[in-house]
T-cell receptor, first 118, second 116 residues
């Protein structure tokens, strides 16, 4: 079965360091999402892309977070500088979505990156 | 804005019994999709079942079925003949269908524990 691949699975680093998380979406999927999961906030959207173009990044702290899709096979989420409050599990998800229809395609999630900022 | 409410933080169910996980939603969108995901202790998010707002019939996928009551804005997940491997967190989620409004909005989840 095709899977969304995220690297690294775990990351521990000190505050102030740059963190880069990578995602390889499922081949053929046109939409990529970044979610963050914390105990306090639950699952929340950070950003999402359609055909590599950003559509919504309103959930992302703009001063330190950035999300890009350099090509169709790679999405990146960067935090610079990182802070302890960024500690969370970061999920990438992909899907083939057609706007304005009853498209029933689910978003398929990667296994997540568990990030700890000391 | 979309909102998902899951009122059961935790449930304990005897193995082989059926279980219903509650989910209510709120949205002003005329068209939307409802999803259930399972998150085992290992952390991955596993898609279980989907229901479209215009679907006439309730969705079913193996032992999972979705009890969709549009007028009541509820989308409860029913798991028949529960198994030990069903122990996990379960999230109800909603998605809009308009361009730029396709993120999943999640509920707070229900932790299901199956008792042998």
């Amino acid at each position: 079965d095709a899977r969304v691949t995220q690297t690294p699975r775990h990351k521990v680093t000190e505050m102030g360091q740059e963190v880069t998380m990578r995602c390889q979406p499922i081949l053929g999927h046109n939409t990529v999402f970044w979610y963050r999961q914390t105990m306090m906030q639950g699952l929340e959207l950070l950003a999402y892309f359609r055909n590599r173009a950003p559509l919504d990044d309103s959930g992302m702290p703009k001063d330190r977070f950035s999300a890009e899709m350099p090509d169709a096979t790679l999405a990146t989420l960067k935090i610079q500088p990182s802070e302890p409050r960024d500690s969370a599990v970061y999920f990438c998800a992909s899907g083939f979505l057609i706007s304005g229809t009853g498209n029933n395609q689910p978003q398929h999630f990667g296994d997540g990156t568990r990030l700890s900022i000391l | 804005a979309q909102k998902i409410t899951q009122t059961q933080p935790g449930m304990f169910v005897q193995e082989k019994e059926a279980v219903t996980l509650d989910c209510t939603y709120d949205t002003s969108d005329p068209s939307y999709g409802l999803f259930w995901y399972k998150q085992p202790s290992s952390g991955e998010m596993i898609f279980l079942i989907y229901q479209g707002s215009y679907d006439q019939q309730n969705a079913t996928e193996g032992r999972y079925s979705l009890n969709f009551q549009k007028a009541r804005k509820s989308a409860n997940l029913v798991i028949s003949a529960s198994q030990l491997g069903d122990s996990a967190m379960y999230f109800c989620a909603m998605r809009g269908t308009n361009f730029g409004n396709e993120k999943l909005t999640f509920g707070t989840g229900t932790r299901l524990t199956i008792i042998p």
